[in-house]
């Protein structure tokens, strides 16, 4: 999820102090409401009169309600430390606080500590032994979440169902309830003497240090297609948003040469020449580097008889379903 710092820091303000004075989280005041509990019933009213006023209210401060963007921001991110040094730290903030929370019980509510169960030790041992592993197993790399999908996805390669066809890109491109983001995954210079438009140009490592900005302009409606000179690059790049989970992902068939094998008879500012190339090589020669601004970077549709097989199938990510807090 994308942060707004301030609009976060202030709702969350909010919504701990009602935590604190209600004494109920929205799940749990709902249990309290069902069994008839008073202090659970005026809690649901609050928090509905609250959701009423928010909606009521929200167009007077929309500005600031989407102020101090950051994208997507994570604790790892803002204190530049790997997952696992800021896990065991928030485990042992977390278990600081109850300790302190215990504190306070024995010395303002006179509370026997003696009484309490000894099994939380147990289960607080457990959490840091599980935050120790996080740390010392360490975060596993783009490469090796692939192999552990490999087998579920590979198959998918070789079917041919990811690698859709130059007719299907057009059509969607053209489409305004798409939103079709192009990683063009080939060398700057071949990306300069001819690209579609509207495609960005990244290394394969690039790729990969791009995952968390594509991940926070995911929606329902985008799609990502990876693209080199012919597949083999345009693969491994598919391979990399696979593995990170990147929904809608494919690869263009045929790749940059398949394209122009397709669209760049009918362009007559191409003069271009087929040439002898190795695999994943641009397999033709441009008069000039115009990059975009050749016709068949951008077909009319409304021109082209276009046949193909459509893959294309949106998939939308979901998280889990959850109750109370959550």
């Not at 087998?151 to 859709?164: G, Y």
């Not at 693969?235 to 040469?257: D, F, Q, R």
């Amino acid at each position: 999820n994308p942060t707004y710092l301030w609009p976060g820091i202030v709702g969350g303000l909010i919504m701990g102090v009602g935590f604190i004075i209600g004494g109920f989280c929205p799940g749990t005041s709902l249990v309290a409401a069902a069994t008839a509990k008073i202090d659970g019933i005026f809690f649901v009213f609050g928090v509905l009169a609250g959701i009423f006023l928010f909606g009521e209210t929200e167009r007077f401060y929309d500005l600031w309600w989407n102020d101090s963007y950051y994208g997507r921001l994570t604790l790892m991110d803002w204190l530049d430390l790997p997952t696992g040094v800021v896990v065991v730290g928030i485990v042992l903030m977390a278990l600081f606080m109850f300790w302190g929370g215990e504190q306070l019980e024995r010395m303002v509510g006179a509370g026997d500590l003696k009484t309490e169960p000894k099994f939380r030790y147990v289960g607080a041992a457990g959490l840091v032994a599980v935050a120790v592993a996080v740390l010392v197993i360490g975060q596993p790399d783009t490469a090796q979440k692939w192999t552990w999908l490999e087998p579920e996805k590979a198959p998918l390669l070789v079917e041919r169902k990811v690698q859709i066809e130059p007719g299907e890109l057009l059509t969607n491109l053209a489409d305004d309830r798409l939103r079709i983001v192009m990683l063009d995954v080939r060398p700057e210079h071949e990306y300069n003497l001819f690209h579609l438009k509207g495609a960005q140009n990244v290394s394969l490592t690039e790729l990969e240090t791009m995952i968390p900005d594509i991940h926070a302009q995911q929606a329902v409606n985008t799609v990502f297609v990876a693209m080199s000179n012919d597949e083999d690059a345009a693969t491994e790049a598919w391979k990399m948003l696979t593995a990170e989970k990147v929904p809608n992902s494919y690869l263009l068939e045929g790749g940059i040469n398949g394209w122009l094998a397709t669209f760049a008879a009918e362009d007559e500012m191409l003069a271009m020449t087929p040439v002898d190339a190795p695999a994943d090589a641009l397999g033709y020669a441009f008069p000039a580097a115009l990059g975009d601004r050749y016709f068949a970077s951008f077909p009319n549709i409304h021109e082209t008889e276009l046949e193909f097989t459509p893959k294309i199938e949106l998939q939308v990510p979901r998280d889990k379903s959850g109750g109370g807090c959550g």
